[in-house]
């Protein structure tokens, strides 16, 4: 009786977690999927997903895919060094929470921000008229919209690295020197491969948002960059196309259900 | 210089920051093809002598010595040399033949020579079949052997091992320390080993090194170790023994527990003050009247192998007596050795009685 009594308990904890599922993802996707068989004038059809199919939107998923990779690569490229300093230093505490500070600021105000700084008159192009290079259009290129993305992502990437390389058995290290590893083998052999599931976890939550970024490509990009983020809340909110902003929609969680897949954590057969 | 030596310490000191050093001024010498055990308790200065030897620190001050080449800014990947680690150290994410390869594809052997070489150290530890075995499918015995035979498997003149027992139980490390003695045999390359437990320096090595707070106190062969500890602490650390003050009256002849005993010490001056050592084991129980020494039994405990007495003479002396024959707690007995029983070791000195006896 008591062990039925305690299973019923059990459940009764998992209420609140499994409405908040049940709400906030399980309804949305299933509205978002039967709202991508509708057209602008409320009819069951398929055209949104022939109209996916065409090059505009195939040319805009190319496009999506191309800045978030490049977004992820600059994170990655930046953040594994810094990880590993940071495991390094003395006061790693402080340091990670100067890292991790930055992510509590709201990410339009850091948006508006760099507007400041990368405008005509901000502070780079002032700086680029005292060394006599001139001002430069920096808003609205490709070089802004990926620099702001990487700065507000990074902390993702250097979160997990940073763990990742804490947990890793300093005496690993000593062996692999000591069977006559360079420092560039020892990391390539044994560093890299154990913590390569940081790595993944970064990738992850860099790359995954970058797929559907919108703010950043609107206010720094100017809209020059359009990726299926721009597109589906361009849809929503200017052409109330709802049908077709669900269906791009539909194709970013199906990317990003097969990226977590891909990059997912596959602990073959550890059993402890 | 001697060829046979293959590691020299000169005036070695490692200092970290304004800490006391860990190594203090250590000088020493080890010969090919001997087994070595650095002993001592925890922070004597053990595990830093192996790390620099391997290569993992560098000493703050003095120099180290490779078959005579000067050792020190060479980092360990470029060293001859290899560790067995406390805790293995085996990559988790390499399987056993990777692991024990390890080595062997740094140095880019062709592909045919690492499979020998593998199959053969693997062969040496007693794990053939096992190659392609996960390491957390393995157990602890057998990652030791696998740790063992990735050092092994590069043929290093000097093989490091750090604690590598501590982390079995009681069966297992006995069942080891055989092995590891008999693969020192066969190899013969120099063991260094690493150890707190007396027990297992005394069963392994040809030679011990007694180290305490970052200085070698005795080196000798287990039995000098364990017969003429040269100090207190070396006494109290090898094995179970009474340590007991007396006074040497001449050569041969030693005055304790308020009586003079015959002695094989000599070459004390006139009524020094030593300390007097000795093991449990060589006191005999008899009569009151056969014994050299009176004591009354305060405890006694049944050890197994013997029984473990713990007695009280009229000074108040404790004498610790290991025996196979029972004694009742509060009984009058009678304590018999042989003068050779009697280890005679001047007084350590020490910051308390420097100057204060002179």
């Known amino acids: 009786m008591s062990g039925t009594t305690k299973n019923y308990s059990r459940y009764l904890y998992a209420i609140p977690y499994a409405s908040w599922m049940l709400l906030f993802v399980i309804a949305p996707i299933i509205l978002i999927f039967y709202y991508s068989f509708f057209d602008i004038e409320g009819h069951l059809t398929l055209d949104n997903y022939k109209r996916f199919l065409t090059p505009v939107y195939l040319r805009m998923t190319i496009s999506s895919f191309w800045y978030a990779f490049l977004i992820t690569a ?96 300093p005496s690993l290290v000593d ?78 969680i199906i990317a990003m259900a097969l990226i977590m897949i891909v990059t997912g954590n596959r602990k073959w057969g550890v059993k402890q | 210089m001697n060829d046979r030596v293959i590691i020299r310490f000169e005036h070695v000191t490692k200092q970290y920051d304004d800490d006391p050093p860990v190594l203090d001024d250590v000088s020493f010498e080890m010969e090919r093809g001997k087994f070595y055990t650095l002993l001592g308790p925890s922070g004597c200065g053990k595990t830093t002598i192996l790390r620099l030897i391997a290569g993992f620190i560098e000493p703050t001050k003095g120099n180290i010595y490779f078959n005579g080449k000067l050792m020190n800014g060479v980092p360990a990947n470029k060293r001859q040399v290899n560790t067995v680690f406390q805790d293995y150290a085996l990559f988790p994410h390499l399987n056993v033949f990777e692991n024990v390869a390890f080595g062997l594809r740094i140095k880019n052997l062709d592909k045919k020579t690492i499979e020998t070489k593998v199959r053969e150290a693997l062969r040496f530890v007693n ?36 604690e590598p027992l501590s982390a079995l139980d009681l069966k297992l490390r006995t069942e080891m320390q055989y092995e590891l003695r008999e693969l020192q045999r066969r190899l013969g390359i120099t063991f260094i080993f690493v150890t707190h437990d007396q027990e297992e320096a005394l069963a392994m090595s040809d030679e011990i090194f007694v180290l305490n707070k970052g200085k070698i106190e ?83 405990l049944f050890r197994g192998v013997h029984y473990e007495l713990c007695c009280y003479d009229d000074n108040g002396n404790e004498w610790l007596v290991h025996s196979t024959k029972k004694a009742e707690v509060g009984e009058e007995i009678g304590l018999y050795f042989e003068p050779e029983a009697i280890h005679v070791m001047r007084r350590v000195e020490t910051k308390e009685n420097r100057g204060g006896e002179r």
């Open chain 1, 74 to 169: 600059f994170s990655l490229l930046i953040a594994y060094p810094t990880a590993y300093l940071l495991t390094k230093t003395k006061h790693k505490q402080l340091w990670l929470l100067l890292i991790i500070l930055p992510t509590w600021v709201n990410l339009l105000l850091k948006v508006y921000a760099f507007l400041g700084i990368f405008g005509t008159y901000g502070l780079v192009n002032a700086f680029f008229e005292t060394i006599g290079i001139g001002t430069k259009q920096l808003l609205f290129t490709d070089f802004s919209f990926v620099f702001v993305s990487v700065y507000i992502f990074i902390p993702f990437m250097i979160l997990p690295i940073f763990n990742a390389l804490e947990k890793l058995n």
């Open chain 1, 175 to 252: 062996a692999a020197q000591d069977l006559g590893a360079s420092s560039w083998t020892t990391f390539r052999r044994v560093i890299f491969p154990l913590t390569l599931d940081g790595v993944k976890a970064g990738c992850q939550a860099v790359f995954i948002p970058s797929l559907s970024l919108f703010m950043i490509t609107r206010l720094i990009a100017g809209n020059r960059v359009i990726t299926l983020g721009t597109a589906v809340e361009q849809h929503f909110l200017v052409t109330q196309d709802w049908g077709m902003g669900a269906t791009i929609a539909v194709f970013l």
């Open chain 2, 127 to 162: 794990l053939e079949g096992y190659e392609n075995r996960e390491i957390h499918e393995m157990s602890g015995g057998q990652r030791q052997r696998v740790a063992i035979a990735r050092a092994i498997v590069n043929e290093p003149e000097v093989l490091l091992l750090d």
């Open chain 2, 218 to 300: 005795q080196r000798g062969t287990p039995k000098d170790i364990y017969d003429e500890p040269i100090n207190r602490f070396v006494a109290d650390f090898i094995g179970e023994s009474n340590i007991i003050p007396g006074k040497m009256l001449a050569d041969f002849s030693v005055e304790f527990a308020g009586k003079q005993f015959e002695c094989v010490d000599h070459g004390f001056e006139p009524n020094e003050p030593v300390d007097i050592v000795i093991r449990p084991e060589d006191l005999e129980i008899t009569t009151r009247e056969q014994g050299k020494l009176q004591v009354r039994v305060d405890s006694i």
